[in-house]
């Protein structure tokens, strides 16, 4: 469940999986109550692909991206692949191409071929991991980027297990969970949303594919929105 403590932070329920503590990754964070409407995609093997939420699904994402920059040793993950996908994520990806997301710390050093054994302890260590209630860091003024010298610092992609890998200085996390927390603010002002429940192209994200070898080699991830539109008032309401 998500607690809004002010305007600009928030109270989430997680689950802290502690790792070996001889180790900088020391534990691993997930939600207590899953991101039921959200999906990503691998990104790699097309070079392109797209995170899609809603509207609450960005803005405790964006939230929990700041909570992985804030912390030098845990990992974020997201276990979004079984979610039922709506028709939209049908239309933007088949089933295989959906997949898990893990949110790092670029300075831990976490080995992508490591991730199945940690994520097989989450699965059947002891316990589900103990419940704790953490405050995220707040979104900060979004930044002026024509006043920059400097484009918006990269983010890293790494691919195992089904899951996409997300990675980062403290400070190119950051800034990728602001992004999501304005996404998910502007889905309730977006007329295409508000109409017809989306999909909306609301960002992107790009980066470097540090895995390919080749030089020019890139990836993108297109930042969509949708809600559900109801019977009723949202139906008939005006944009």
């Keep these: 469940m998500v607690d809004v403590a002010d305007a600009a932070r928030m109270r989430l329920r997680m689950r802290v999986h502690h790792l070996a503590s001889d180790t900088v990754l020391r534990r691993v964070l997930t939600t207590a109550a899953p991101l039921r409407r959200s999906h990503v995609t691998k990104l790699l093997w097309r070079h392109t692909g797209v995170l899609i939420g809603s509207r609450a699904d960005l803005l405790r994402m964006g939230a929990l991206l700041r909570l992985a920059a804030v912390s030098p040793h845990s990992a974020v993950f997201l276990p979004l692949r079984a979610n039922p996908p709506s028709p939209s994520v049908a239309y933007w990806a088949d089933t295989p191409d959906l997949a898990d997301l893990l949110v790092v710390r670029r300075d831990i050093p976490l080995r992508p071929s490591a ?6 302890r989450l699965r059947h260590g002891p316990g589900r991991g ?3 209630t953490m405050v995220t860091p707040a979104p900060r003024r979004p930044a002026d980027h024509r006043d920059r010298p ?7 992609v ?3 297990a089904h899951t996409v ?3 980062g200085s403290a400070r190119a996390l950051h800034e990728a969970g602001d992004e999501l927390t304005l996404c998910g603010n502007e889905v309730a002002v977006n007329r295409d949303i508000r109409r017809y429940g989306g999909p909306a192209l609301l960002s992107q994200f790009n980066g470097p594919d540090r895995h390919s070898g080749r030089r020019d080699a890139s990836w993108e991830c297109m930042v969509l929105a949708e809600e559900p539109i ?3 008032k949202r139906r008939s309401g005006t944009a």
């Design 115 to 120: 991730w199945p054994a940690i994520r097989a």
């Design 230 to 232: 109801f019977h009723g």
């Design 150 to 156: 400097w484009a918006r610092e990269w983010l890293s």
């Design 158 to 160: 790494a691919e195992h």
């Design 130 to 132: 103990a419940l704790t």
């Design 165 to 167: 890998v997300l990675s």
